[in-house]
């Protein structure tokens, strides 16, 4: 009986000093505590070596000879108040002095990349990459340059569809014979760029199926508009319908953001990320060799030359300067395009996107020369990498998808009539480009030829449109400040004087 009593307490004991299992909340709490912890650790630089306040000034500094242009700031500001030079010397100091903000926009989220990680780093890169063009779209926006922005959307889209990486694939094709894509995100790319340009196709469709009919009316007007169409009710419709799909669009951007940076190289499936994990593995291998052959110099370049908040400074401090040089130039665009006789199509779709193509383009073009420099003289020089980025297509798809959307939302809460019918001949420019986009990129692999195709499209493109004058019922639709009646009014008055 006491042997009894004695093994039940033990029992009780032994089940009472046992402590019971964390439950999943616990878990789960506990991994992202450790987890935010790592990257708190990594943003404030802690897994890196110590980078001085001098030695991040010196780096930032000797980060591209592009620097150099920085000394038009000044004098592209000293123009804007000083009304004598002329708004064509502000405009083009102000084009040139833009040129090394673009570049240390790129050099800096590259630089924080080493700090947030791959993803957030990637994410911040893209961001950074588009800071010149969100800049200009949002002033245009504020000063009521409905029409203009939307040509330089469109130009944005394009110049990020085929310049850029047309210029990327022609020059990186002279060293290489082939280059690869990571084949999960092209497939996704093609989606997501049919899908921000049907987000465009949709009013605009709307808007060309009410005519019915409407060119042979008789209450047309002189200018060739349907009263039944140009009016205050049906923009008001364009908007409503034209804010409704900007909230999808930002819904499926960021879904499409966390699907690309979440999982095994985003998405794929685990036997494809192994196969290229084995690819890499090797390609590394190779690369090991040769860099031991040559003195292992790129080693080097796999740790930042600037500390995290020096940088987070310098980008505060970059965002500041091209505000206001953006500002600037914004205000004296209607002088230059009247000055040189220049369309509004035109000053957007081409002049206007170059501004953030400058920088990359200047680089792009001085590679390219050392490279055929270098090919015909017999130097030898490092082989770049097999894998081509394409970023300059993620560029693209983020502006369609976050940016374009966003200024229409903007636009709602500031009063502006900001909506998504565009111009037919924009929209036939936006499906041309996606398509020959999608059969370049289709089988993930590029090659010079292919960049020379883009290119040469860009360039038809730029020729069409200083032609073309713009569809006259979108601009009195897109009509800031004021109503589309007060527009029509205004146009019949000046017509009949």
Known sequence: MEQGH???????????SKKPPPSRQRLFYEANTIRWRKFWDRLRGKTRPSISVMKSVEGIIMSSWLNVFMIFIPFAWVSHFHAAWGHSVTFALC?????????????GGEQMTFYLGPELGDLLTITMNNAVEATLAIILLAHCELRLLQSTIVGVIILHLLLIPGTAFMAGGVQIWQQDLLEHTTELNHSLLMLGVMAILLPTALFSALDRGGQGVSNALPD???????????????LR???????????????????????????????????????????????????????GKDKEEEQPIVGPGA??????????????????????????????NIEVEWFGLI??????????????????TLSIFRHVTGIEVKEPEPLARARAIDLSIQFALFWMPLLVLLGWWIGKPMH???????LALLLGSCFLVNYVTADAKTNWVEGLIMITFYLMIAISAWFYVGQPELTVMLTCPGSVADALTTGLTEGSG
């Open 6 to 16: 004695a093994h039940t307490a033990s029992t009780q004991t032994n089940s009472s």
């Open 95 to 107: 084009f040139l002095s833009i040129i090394p903000l673009e570049n240390m926009f790129d050099w």
């Open 224 to 238: 060739g508009y349907s009263q039944s169409l140009v009016n205050d009710a049906v923009r008001d419709k364009i």
């Open 241 to 295: 319908m034209s804010r409704g799909l900007s909230v999808l669009l930002l819904i499926v951007y960021v879904c499409s953001r966390v699907f690309v940076h979440s999982g095994p190289e985003g998405g794929q499936s685990s036997d494809t990320n192994n196969e290229k994990v084995a690819t890499q593995e090797n390609a590394l291998a190779h690369s090991t060799t040769r860099e031991e052959a040559g003195g």
């Open 311 to 340: 940088c987070l400074v310098l980008l505060v401090i970059t965002v500041g300067i091209m505000a206001a040089t953006a500002e600037w130039l914004v205000e004296s665009i209607e002088f230059v395009r009247e000055e040189g």
């Open 351 to 368: 002049l206007l996107p170059i501004v953030s193509f400058a920088a990359d383009g200047t680089v792009a073009i001085v590679d390219f």
């Open 420 to 426: 998504l019918m565009f111009d037919y001949f924009e």
